[in-house]
């Protein structure tokens, strides 16, 4: 498991992604981390980022910048072979093939 959550956190370094860590909602930026059923790829807002789209009257920029990162890393990983799978708050999960687990 940890080759993969090295190749997923190569490619979206080389992808032009900052990866800031682990799944800690606390971090703003692209989190990479191991979950039971892959490798975790999960995106968190500042709070300064939450604050300018609550200023915004009819618009949720917080989840439009969800669904824009989740569409451009699924495509990524998808163009490079991987499967992805999304998860109900809108991260990505890349599982693991049989035989990956290691």
């Known amino acids: 498991m940890d080759e993969l959550v090295a190749q997923v956190?190569?490619?979206l370094n080389q992808a032009g992604f900052e990866v800031v860590g682990g799944a800690?909602?606390?971090m703003t930026g692209l989190q990479v981390s191991e979950t039971p059923p892959g490798v975790l790829v999960a995106w968190?807002?500042?709070d300064g980022f939450t604050a300018l789209a609550a200023d915004r009257?009819?618009?949720d920029s917080r989840d439009g910048m969800r669904v824009a990162v989740q569409a451009a890393v699924s495509a990524l990983m998808i163009s490079l072979g991987?499967?992805?799978m999304g998860t109900p708050n809108g991260d990505i999960i890349v599982p693991v093939k049989d035989g990956d687990a290691g």
Do not use: E, F
Request: hydrophobic share 20%.
């Open 57 to 59: 009257p009819g618009h």
């Open 82 to 84: 991987y499967t992805v």
């Open 9 to 11: 956190r190569h490619a």
């Open 24 to 26: 800690d909602r606390r």
């Open 44 to 46: 968190a807002t500042s």
